[in-house]
C-alpha cells in the first residue's frame, strides 16, 4: 500500500465531501482504539473544525486513558481540535433502571451492551447538529462488510466512513505513518461495550489478520472443504459472523406495493 498517497487521498475526500455538503468539520467518538485514533487523526488533517468527544459508559480505565492520551495528543499537533467530555454512565444507568427486570441478567447482556453504543450516537449527532459537523464512523472493511462488528444504529450510525475500505492490519499501517501514540498500536483491539478489557479477538474466535485471509478466500468462492484445521475453523468462524449479520451490510428492506393494489 502506498501508505502516503492512501493518507492524502483520504483527507483530501474529507475536506471535498464536507465543503460540498457545507459542514465546518467533523465530530468522532474517540474510544482509545486503532480506529478512531486514525480516523480523528485524518479528519483533523483536514484543517477543518473538529470536535473529539470522550463518552464513557462503565469504562475500563486502560480505554480511557489511552482516548484521553490521543486527544491531547492531536490537541497539541492540530489547532483546529476540540475535545467534549460527556459521562454517559449515569444515563445509561437510569434507562437500565427504568427498563423491565429480567429474570436472568445474562439475557440481555448484549442488548445492554449495543444500547451503549446507541446512546453514544445519539450524543454525537446531538453535537453534529449543534455545530453543524458530520459524523465521522471508525468502521474498517473486515468489521463492515465482512464480519458486520459494529451496532447497527450504533457505531454503524454515521454520516461518512473514511477507512471502510481500509483493512485493519492497513489501518494500523497509517497509523505507524501517521504517529499514533504506541499506546493505542500495541493494544489489543476491543470494542469497549462490555466495561472490560475482553478483545474483539475474545469475542469471534479470531483475529482480523486471520479473519482478512478468511475475506478474501470468501471473495474468491473457497468453501470449507478447501480447507482443514484452524484455516477451516477461521473460515467457518467468518462465514458465521457473515451470514448472521448481513442485515446489517445490506439495505433496508422494502415492502413494495404492487401497483395492481394502489
Known amino acids: 500500500m502506498q501508505t502516503e498517497k492512501v493518507i492524502d487521498h483520504i483527507v483530501n475526500w474529507l475536506q471535498d465531501y464536507a465543503t460540498k455538503a457545507n459542514i465546518k468539520g467533523f465530530t468522532i467518538g474517540i474510544s482509545g482504539g486503532i480506529d478512531s485514533a486514525v480516523t ?18 462503565h469504562q475500563a480505565a486502560s480505554q480511557v486513558t489511552r482516548a484521553s492520551n490521543h486527544i491531547k495528543w492531536l490537541k497539541a499537533n492540530y489547532q483546529n481540535v476540540d475535545r467534549q467530555l460527556v459521562d454517559l454512565t449515569p444515563t445509561f444507568d437510569s434507562l437500565v433502571n427504568s427498563l423491565p427486570a429480567v429474570e436472568n441478567e445474562e439475557d440481555r447482556f448484549m442488548s445492554l451492551a449495543n444500547t451503549r453504543a446507541r446512546l453514544r450516537m445519539t450524543t454525537l449527532y446531538y453535537f453534529a447538529a449543534l455545530n453543524k459537523l458530520l459524523v465521522a ?4 472493511k473486515v468489521e463492515d462488510f465482512g464480519v458486520g462488528f459494529y451496532t447497527k444504529y450504533g457505531d454503524g450510525g454515521v454520516d461518512l466512513s473514511p477507512i471502510a475500505d481500509l483493512l485493519k492490519t492497513e489501518v494500523y499501517e497509517i497509523a505507524k505513518v ?13 470494542d469497549g461495550l462490555w466495561g472490560d478489557d475482553r478483545t474483539d479477538e475474545d469475542q469471534i474466535g479470531a483475529s482480523y489478520p486471520e479473519l482478512e485471509w478468511a475475506m478474501q478466500m470468501h471473495e474468491e468462492g473457497k468453501v470449507d472443504t478447501d480447507f482443514s484445521d484452524r484455516q477451516k475453523e477461521v473460515f467457518q468462524i467468518y462465514k458465521k459472523f457473515n451470514r448472521a449479520n448481513k442485515h446489517k451490510m445490506l439495505p433496508i428492506p422494502v415492502c413494495e406495493i404492487p401497483n395492481s393494489l394502489k
Request: proline share 6%; hydrophobic share 40%.
Open 178 to 190: 501517521l504517529g499514533i501514540n504506541d499506546d493505542i498500536i500495541k493494544a489489543a483491539p476491543t
Open 137 to 140: 464512523g471508525t468502521g474498517n
Open 40 to 57: 480523528s487523526t485524518l479528519c483533523a488533517r483536514t484543517g477543518l473544525q473538529l470536535l473529539c468527544l470522550e463518552m464513557p459508559i
